[in-house]
């Protein structure tokens, strides 16, 4: 049973699959598939209500004169058809008389050629039978007698026609069968005389077509008028829509007091005043929140100067017992050391907070000179005793020169160098290299690395930021998380750029690039720059 089992499953998904293959791909699209192979210019919004306009009208056009064409029509053929019958008729009736109970071929012509002979100007061509007896003038035309028409007229007392189309001209056929009364009989007697009338519509269908041609040319204008319309709605429209864009661009900008002329009582007056709404309360939040940040700024600087003034006091105090701290007992002396600690790393706090007040008050200006990037790097490490910790890696002395603030770049390198030896592991490298970009504009590239865990991916994108600490374990150290910050605001004051990653090997790694310019008399096969 299993075996008879997976046989039907196989052929049931041979079956589904054959089907599927012989349908083929189903197309899915949607509205913005199709909206996306649509040109800009045909996407817009006046373009879209032209087109509506447009398709509107020409629905509107369309429709109306295909009502009015076939009314036109209709009206026309009835009365032709109507005129052509009722003569024909008054013809037939004229000459039935005279035409014998048996008529012979001579009768049948004599008969064609009266009813043709009243009709003169007409255009017509008159067929008579009988039996197996046929009589036409002025030709025959045996062609257009259909044999729906021909038994019609064998089966029924009363005229019979039917419009036809031979040689891409319209005629209208009549057959009419003639009949006599009888006194004693309550209806006609079939005489077994057929008479045939086949007459050109030429006229009407020229008349039907100056009804078309009528008809286009009324879509026409009605399809320009709507574009017009469509126009002038479009511009109406698109008016204040393009005010409130060009408002949008100010507010962009930074102009929060740009307000729209609210006209009317439509959608698109109440959609101004919204915006109007919008740009006030938006207005006055940010005013809201600059003066927030500025008395923000301000007390952050006036605590840091405030601090300044007792924390010298505390520093020369601390010296002096620093100085005397042999005479004092173990735990006098920790507790000296403790005190001397905390105001040192309050001091650095204090100058962090106040240079970064500076940045933000934009009181910082840089006192550029020339300088030897590789000497200012070793000058940064000799002065703070870490030449033995660092393996450097620098250009020659007088091969990269370049204008910077000595003492911002001092900042920098400290910070990246200190950083790496607290919170890294060793060993740390610093190099110094060049990176051109063209012949006379290049980057001096300062690499700080260092051999530790490296930054974690969350810490990644907030590593320069203020206050910022990469791990919990540091919210409690002797860093202030302003150091990066600040080494970011000083690159940047240079015109610089600043990136942090990891390392391949582990490790963080702090580049900086500096601009430099290629000094017209120095000596390009050194490569001095």
Known sequence: MSGRRSVRARKAVRTRETVAARQGPRPVRSFRALLAHVPLPLRGLRARLVVAFALVAVAGALSTGALAFREARTGVLQQSQDSVIRQFRTSVDNVATYIPAAPDQSDLQVAVNQVLFANPSQGWRVLAT??????????ADVNRLTPELLRSVQTTRAAVFQRVNAGRHPYLVVGMPVTYATPQATESRLSGVVMYLVVPQDAEQGYVKATVS???RATLVALCLAVFLALLAARGVLRPVRALRQATCQMTEGRLDVRLAVNGSDELADLSQSF??????????????????AQARRFVADVSHELRTPLTAMSALTDVLDENALHFDQETGDALRLISEGTIRLSGLVEDLMEISRFDAGAVKLNLDEVDLAESVRRTLASRGWQD????????????RTRVDPRRLDVVMANLVGNALRHGAP????TVSVKEERTDVAWAVIEVTDSGPGIAEEAMPHIFERFYKASTARTRSASSGLGLAITAENVYLHGGRISAANAPWGGAAFTVELLLHRDSGADDDAGAW
């Open 130 to 139: 009988y039996g197996s007896l046929h009589a036409y003038a002025p030709s």
């Open 214 to 216: 009528g008809i286009e």
């Open 276 to 293: 109007n709404d919008t740009a006030a309360a938006l207005e006055r939040s940010v005013a809201e929140l600059h003066r927030l940040e």
């Open 389 to 400: 910790q660092v393996e450097t890696h620098l250009p020659e002395p007088g091969m990269l």
């Open 427 to 430: 060993p740390v490298r610093l």
